[in-house]
T-cell receptor, first 109, second 114 residues
Framework: GQNIDQPTEMTATEGAIVQINCTYQTSGFNGLFWYQQHAGEAPTFLSYNVLDGLEEKGRFSSFLSRSKGYSYLLLKELQMKDSASYLCAVRDSNYQLIWGAGTKLIIKP | IAGITQAPTSQILAAGRRMTLRCTQDMRHNAMYWYRQDLGLGLRLIHYSNTAGTTGKGEVPDGYSVSRANTDDFPLTLASAVPSQTSVYFC?????????????FGPGTRLTVL
């Protein structure tokens, strides 16, 4: 079966750095996405990786290792507004997105 | 530009009733999707449409139907609602159903079936 695993919840301090991990087992791989979802709102796109390595976009970076079935999202200089759920999704061989359950990130002052 | 709109925002429905959730996008995207989101589970694909006039089944299609008569609209119908269909429903769209393509989501419909 297809499976995306990510921690259910993480807590971090304002101004710090946090790494959210995602491991996946899917039928085929056509890219990995990270989305941010604030409570009661729609998911919004953060990043996309299809090749191994690090993609940096401002305070957010995303890393992919296809051989290990592993990705992480790195958030630097955390702000209170970063409190949200972070969703990992993999596009499989049918070009459908398979979603993890999300990681709820709590930022404390 | 509104992006993607969904209606209603929320709904309480008696079991056995028929319900259509509406979704409209103004980005001229070819592909559209319906997901449900339940606590502790990832988004699950119900139905999708790669282009107007075509539809396909996702991971959890039973009890739901869709149509795609034009590019902009992609309604989701529950023919006879059951309590297990209580969920938050998100409509999404993407320019094409390709590997690099990003999906954009509507604000969601919170549906409660009693």
């Amino acid at each position: 079966g297809q499976n995306i695993d990510q921690p259910t919840e993480m807590t971090a301090t304002e101004g710090a750095i946090v790494q959210i991990n995602c491991t996946y087992q899917t039928s085929g791989f056509n890219g990995l996405f990270w989305y941010q979802q604030h409570a009661g709102e729609a998911p919004t796109f953060l990043s996309y990786n299809v090749l191994d390595g690090l993609e940096e976009k401002g305070r957010f970076s995303s890393f992919l290792s296809r051989s290990k079935g592993y990705s992480y999202l790195l958030l630097k200089e955390l702000q209170m507004k970063d409190s949200a759920s972070y969703l990992c999704a993999v596009r499989d061989s049918n070009y459908q997105l398979i979603w993890g359950a999300g990681t709820k990130l709590i930022i404390k002052p | 530009i509104a992006g993607i709109t969904q209606a209603p925002t929320s709904q309480i429905l008696a079991a056995g009733r028929r319900m259509t959730l509406r979704c409209t996008q103004d980005m001229r995207h070819n592909a559209m999707y319906w997901y449900r989101q339940d606590l502790g589970l990832g988004l699950r694909l119900i139905h999708y449409s790669n282009t107007a006039g075509t539809t396909g089944k996702g991971e959890v299609p039973d009890g739901y139907s869709v149509s795609r008569a034009n590019t902009d609209d992609f309604p989701l119908t529950l023919a006879s609602a059951v309590p297990s269909q209580t969920s938050v429903y998100f409509c999404a769209s993407s320019e094409v159903a390709a590997s690099t393509d990003t999906q954009y989501f509507g604000p969601g419909t919170r549906l409660t079936v009693l």
